[in-house]
Structures are given as structure tokens and as C-alpha cells.
């Protein structure tokens, strides 16, 4: 495996993976509606909610068969309410069925794209069933969130149409860059400004290493990953936060003082995830 194509290259995570994958010596093409900043790689301009657009920028070249062993699928509309409802849901989840289709018809068969936390149940108006969360809950509260589930399940049916195929979503939680940590220390004076993603957080260059260790994977099927990091956004500890915003939800497991409250545990053991940076050594 050498080319990969990143889609959404020119957003946090994108740009974070195409280093990451140039720094291990990949080769990568970048798709993207917006042109980046600072161009990395090959760059061609795509609207991936146009199937025709979709399939000839997988393809890779004009200039003989395809030559791309990978997609990285990050593009997307990131958040609820960026556009009106129904235009965010037929956004995400044409494009995704439009680059695992696309990725079909080519041959491709790894596949690493961008759910997201909010299958969970954030904003957690309703309080979490149980902390800390995994991949079991899947509790949609959004347009947004529902296009990814819906996602989700199209990547099982894929995979069961072709054994062979391997798509893993990535349930990545807030994405944060080294400069965004100036503002962390002011999270701790209010206990509920945070709470809606359970206080969590990844930085964009651990969300690189989960998608390049979700690409080396040796595995085939869909799978779905929380990919957050290790601690939490708070230097106030987890069991005075809870009590203080979720009181009485369950403890599943056990956890540490500032340990993520978003499971990492399947990571770990599916794709040998390890966070890498934590906002406070950066203090």
C-alpha cells in the first residue's frame, strides 16, 4: 500500500493525516472542495456529492489503470447546524455512499473515514446511559448524527456484499490543534460548559495516528472506533464533575481522576491505538 487518497485534505484532520501519511512515506492525493492553504501533496478540487466526480477523482490518473490502495473518506459537513438539516443529512450521506461505491467499483478495499462522537448521544441533553461510553451506545440526537449512523450501517452492508473489503469509521471526538490549549485551562471554572461530549477531546495528530494505524490494519469488515484521547479536557476531577452534571449515571468501568470518559479501550485493541499528545504537557 502506497497511494493513498485523503478526501477533506484541507480541513483540521485532514491536514494532520496527509503529514503523518507523508511522513511514513505514502504517497497521497488529496480531495477536497476547498483548496488548502498549504498544498502537501497532488490537490484536485471534487464535489464528492457528484457520483461521476467522485469515482474519476478516485481513480487517481488519467494516465492508465488505478494506482490508489486507500481512502481516507474525511470529508464531510462536521458539525450540526452549519447548514439547514435535511441539506447536512443529504450532504454526508450521499458522499459516503458515493466514495464506498466508488471505492467498489475500483477495487479498493481499505477504507478508513470519519464518523463522529455524536452517534453517542451528544450534546448528553439526556445524560449518558452509562460512563465511561463505547461503541455499544449508538443514540443519534441530530441530523448530522443520524447521517453518520446511517453511515455506519451502509459500511456493514458493504463489507457483507464483499468479504474482502475493510471499512473502518472512526468515531473521532473534538478536534483540537497545539494552539487551540491556550484555552483549556478556563474549561475547569465551569463543569457544564464542557459536558456535552463528556469533557473530552483528540488531538488532530493522534486522529492521524489512528488512521494510519486503521489503514495497516490486518483486519476486514466494518468496524467503528471511538478515537479520543487519553485524559480529559478538565484538571478538575472526573467523579466531582459527574456528580456536579450527570449524578447517578453508571459506572461501567472503573476510570482515573482525569482519564477520558469517551472508551478508547476497543482502539487499543483493534488498531494498537495509543494517544500520543496531551494538552497539558503543553502548559
Known sequence: MTKVIVTGGSGKAGRACIKDLLAHSYEVLSVDHVRPAEQLCEFISVDLTDYGQTIDALTATDRGPNRAHAVVHLAAIPAPRLFPNAYTFRNNTLSDYNVFEASRRLGIKNIVWASSETVLGLPFDTPPPYVPIDEDTSRPESAYSLSKLLSETMAQQFC????????IGLRFSNIMEPQDYAHFPGFDSDAGRRKWNLWGYIDARDAAQA????????????????IANADTV???P??????EVFPGVPVKTEFGP??????????????????QYRWRDSQ
Request: charge should be negative; proline fraction near 6%; aromatic fraction near 4%.
Open 234 to 236: 478538565m484538571s478538575r
Open 258 to 275: 482525569n482519564e477520558t470518559l469517551l472508551s478508547i479501550e476497543k482502539a487499543r485493541r483493534i488498531i494498537g491505538y495509543e494517544p
Open 238 to 243: 472526573n467523579d466531582e464533575l459527574l456528580a
Open 160 to 167: 457483507r456484499w464483499d468479504p474482502e473489503l475493510k471499512i
Open 211 to 226: 488512521i494510519r494505524k486503521s489503514l495497516e490494519a490486518p483486519i476486514t469488515g466494518a468496524e467503528v472506533l471511538i
